[in-house]
């Protein structure tokens, strides 16, 4: 499996398709404490080692015995995740010296009712098999395993301090944010300027699983599976780890310079 490592960027995340994307975490010190920036795998390993030492739902039989054990799981301090947000916009306006950050999420999530973000994925190829399309001629064809991580959320939720507006006239929404930098300074540092999600994994109810209601866990386990094609001999199966919880805040900073501009929560 290839990483590539992009040097002093807080999370570089490669926004291409099927290649391996790959972190190098920066320290920033945000109210005197030291706050890191988290490795989507690796937070999901994290946060599977707290999952493991709980008991299921399925062990408490009568009513009151489940709502006890949802309590006891919704009041479990897991501990905050940070993460770069792949695909963050900005613009600067030169009249008012700031810059408009925009964050859009992929539409709500259709089985849960939940906002979805891709954080990162990993590709490789795993074989190669002989094929054969429709018209009967032979195919070399790529056995290829995608490994996902995405974040799921509810969108009333926080940080209420970002606005939310319809995008393009469709049912898609961005959280827009107005950060003020001086001109000399944005001119200089415009590529350098990121958003980090915080992020709460958490016990979220949902009425929208499958048209019943459920208590979703603070991580789902998701597969895909694409039949190669004559113009795409691939056989991909991707494998998606979700984690579902609370968008906490939303950070503007310098990647480069690991300056903090402003905390949206």
């Given at each position: 499996?290839m990483k590539?490592?992009?040097?002093?960027?807080?999370?570089?995340?490669?926004?291409?398709?099927?290649?391996?994307?790959?972190?190098?975490?920066?320290?920033?010190?945000?109210?005197?404490?030291?706050?890191?920036?988290?490795?989507?795998?690796?937070?999901?390993?994290?946060?599977?080692?707290?999952?493991?030492?709980?008991?299921?739902?399925d062990?408490?039989?009568?009513?009151?015995?489940?709502?006890?054990?949802?309590?006891?799981?919704?009041?479990?301090?897991?501990?905050?995740?940070v993460?770069?947000?792949?695909?963050?916009?900005?613009?600067?306006?030169?009249?008012?010296?700031?810059?408009?950050?925009?964050?859009?999420?992929?539409?709500?999530?259709?089985?849960?009712?939940?906002?979805?973000?891709d954080?990162?994925r990993?590709?490789?190829?795993?074989?190669?098999?002989?094929?054969?399309?429709?018209?009967?001629?032979?195919?070399?064809?790529?056995?290829?395993?995608?490994?996902?991580?995405?974040?799921?959320?509810?969108?009333?939720?926080?940080?209420a301090?970002?606005?939310?507006?319809?995008?393009?006239?469709?049912?898609?929404?961005?959280?827009?944010?107005?950060?003020?930098?001086?001109?000399?300074q944005?001119?200089?540092?415009?590529?350098?300027?990121?958003c980090?999600?915080?992020?709460?994994?958490?016990?979220?109810?949902?009425?929208?699983?499958?048209?019943?209601?459920?208590?979703?866990?603070?991580?789902?386990?998701?597969?895909?599976?694409?039949?190669?094609?004559?113009?795409?001999p691939?056989?991909?199966?991707?494998?998606r780890?979700?984690?579902?919880?609370?968008?906490?805040?939303?950070?503007?900073?310098?990647?480069?310079?690991?300056?903090?501009?402003?905390?949206f929560?």
């Amino acid at each position: 499996m290839m990483k590539n490592y992009f040097p002093i960027v807080i999370i570089a995340l490669v926004a291409s398709g099927g290649v391996s994307q790959s972190y190098a975490a920066q320290e920033f010190q945000i109210q005197n404490v030291t706050v890191s920036v988290d490795e989507p795998f690796q937070a999901v390993e994290k946060v599977r080692e707290v999952i493991k030492s709980l008991p299921t739902i399925d062990q408490f039989s009568t009513a009151a015995d489940r709502l006890r054990y949802i309590k006891l799981v919704s009041d479990l301090p897991l501990q905050r995740l940070v993460f770069k947000a792949p695909f963050c916009s900005r613009s600067y306006n030169a009249d008012t010296q700031s810059f408009r950050i925009s964050l859009i999420p992929t539409i709500g999530e259709s089985k849960s009712g939940l906002w979805h973000l891709d954080l990162a994925r990993e590709s490789k190829t795993t074989g190669k098999y002989a094929g054969q399309t429709a018209f009967g001629a032979s195919a070399q064809v790529e056995k290829v395993l995608r490994q996902e991580v995405s974040i799921r959320w509810q969108f009333d939720s926080k940080p209420a301090s970002v606005s939310r507006q319809e995008y393009l006239g469709f049912l898609y929404y961005q959280y827009v944010v107005e950060v003020p930098v001086p001109s000399e300074q944005a001119r200089a540092e415009t590529e350098n300027i990121a958003c980090l999600i915080v992020f709460r994994p958490t016990l979220l109810y949902s009425t929208k699983d499958q048209g019943k209601s459920a208590w979703l866990p603070f991580l789902l386990d998701e597969e895909e599976h694409t039949a190669p094609t004559f113009r795409a001999p691939y056989d991909t199966t991707t494998k998606r780890t979700v984690l579902i919880g609370q968008f906490d805040e939303l950070w503007v900073v310098n990647e480069r310079t690991g300056k903090v501009y402003a905390r949206f929560n």
